[in-house]
């Protein structure tokens, strides 16, 4: 990953609250669904890290994050809703990881994130090893969501001082959580045409 310049940093922060607040909004959704117990016990810890984090940013920047007034509908499938939350958290870590080149200082965030993705990856290993219904409905899911996902890069990368690198952040995003739909098996190699 690039480390981008100082110059960003105010770009990066925003992106981060915005991230962060759709996360927080996102697990406390999955968690009015019927999910395995270890499953719940993790979203709460994970929504506790979110407002965690959401709090940080929110003083840093000297702003409050938007509140929907409403939760978003989520799937009632766990298979489908892991898949919606490991790409969301994927993103939020490829974010991390650029937020931390500049401000070390927050490095604390990324390792929470790595947290959160590696949660989803080993339970959407295990959907997909068990095969069947289960890991149809995850695969379907994620060719859905990958269909959506470079919009959502495009509205995150959206801001002046991000200008001179979006191509190179976008390329790079797209192909690194492609490559970990497609590691998992989520997606084929040959079927995101969005990688490039």
Same mark, same amino acid.
């Given at each position: 990953?690039?480390?981008?310049?100082? =110059?960003? &940093? %105010?770009?990066? +922060?925003?992106? #981060?609250?915005?991230?962060?607040?759709?996360?927080?909004?996102?697990?406390? $959704?999955?968690?009015?669904?019927?999910?395995?117990?270890?499953?719940?016990?993790?979203?709460?810890?994970?929504? =506790?890290? &979110? %407002?965690?984090? +959401?709090?940080? #940013?929110?003083?840093?920047?000297?702003?409050?994050?938007?509140?929907?007034? $409403?939760?978003?509908?989520?799937?009632?499938?766990?298979?489908?809703?892991?898949?919606?939350?490991?790409?969301?958290?994927?993103?939020?870590?490829?974010?991390?990881?650029?937020?931390?080149?500049?401000?070390?200082?927050?490095?604390?965030?990324?390792?929470?994130?790595?947290?959160?993705?590696?949660?989803?990856?080993?339970?959407?290993?295990?959907?997909?090893?068990?095969?069947?219904?289960?890991?149809?409905?995850?695969?379907?899911?994620?060719?859905?969501?990958?269909?959506?996902?470079?919009?959502?890069?495009?509205?995150?990368?959206?801001?002046?001082?991000?200008?001179?690198?979006?191509?190179?952040?976008?390329?790079?995003?797209?192909?690194?959580?492609?490559?970990?739909?497609?590691?998992?098996?989520?997606?084929?190699?040959?079927?995101?045409?969005?990688?490039?």
């Amino acid at each position: 990953m690039m480390t981008l310049p100082q =110059t960003c &940093e %105010q770009a990066l +922060l925003e992106r #981060f609250l915005r991230a962060e607040a759709m996360a927080l909004w996102a697990v406390r $959704s999955a968690q009015t669904q019927q999910l395995p117990r270890h499953v719940q016990s993790f979203l709460q810890r994970h929504e =506790t890290d &979110e %407002q965690d984090h +959401l709090r940080q #940013f929110e003083g840093m920047l000297g702003t409050l994050s938007q509140r929907p007034a $409403s939760l978003p509908t989520m799937p009632s499938q766990w298979e489908m809703l892991a898949v919606l939350l490991f790409g969301y958290e994927a993103l939020g870590l490829e974010f991390a990881v650029l937020l931390a080149g500049i401000r070390p200082d927050l490095s604390d965030i990324l390792e929470d994130e790595l947290v959160h993705v590696g949660f989803f990856e080993k339970e959407l290993t295990t959907i997909l090893a068990g095969g069947g219904v289960g890991a149809r409905q995850a695969r379907d899911a994620a060719r859905s969501w990958w269909k959506k996902f470079p919009r959502t890069v495009d509205r995150y990368l959206r801001d002046p001082a991000l200008t001179p690198y979006r191509s190179q952040l976008r390329a790079h995003m797209l192909s690194s959580i492609g490559q970990r739909f497609i590691s998992l098996g989520l997606l084929t190699d040959d079927l995101p045409p969005n990688l490039h």
